[in-house]
C-alpha cells in the first residue's frame, strides 16, 4: 500500500479492501475503504481514534476487528467440518 501511495498518491484515489489493515492503509494515507464485513461502526471507531491520534485506541479497535473475523472464521469452519479436530471447540 506504502508504495501505491508514494507512487499514485496525488493522483488517483487508493482504496483498500480489507478490514484487518484499515489502520494500515490510514496511516499510509488511504482514506477509503471497501468494507468486506457488516461492522461499520467498529472500523469508524478507527478512524476516529486515528483522526484524534490517539494510536492506542485505533490499535485497541483495529485488534476488535481482527478478534472478530476470526471467531467468525472459526465457526464456519466448524459449521462446514474443516478441519474435524475444530469441532471440538466449544463455540
Same mark, same amino acid.
Request: without cysteine; glycine residues 0%.
Given at each position: 500500500m506504502h508504495l501505491l501511495m508514494a507512487k499514485f498518491g496525488d493522483r488517483v484515489d487508493? /482504496?483498500?479492501g480489507c478490514d484487518e489493515t484499515y489502520l494500515e492503509g490510514l496511516a499510509v494515507g488511504i482514506e477509503g475503504n471497501v468494507i468486506q464485513s457488516y461492522d461499520g461502526p467498529a472500523l469508524s471507531r478507527v478512524k476516529e481514534a486515528f483522526d484524534? %491520534?490517539?494510536l492506542q485506541s485505533a490499535r485497541q479497535h483495529q485488534v476488535i476487528i481482527i478478534i472478530f473475523t476470526i471467531i467468525i472464521i472459526i465457526k464456519i469452519m466448524?459449521?462446514?467440518r474443516m478441519p474435524s %479436530? /475444530?469441532?471440538e471447540f466449544p463455540f
Open positions: 487508493v /482504496l483498500q484524534r %491520534f490517539d466448524i459449521t462446514w %479436530f /475444530l469441532s
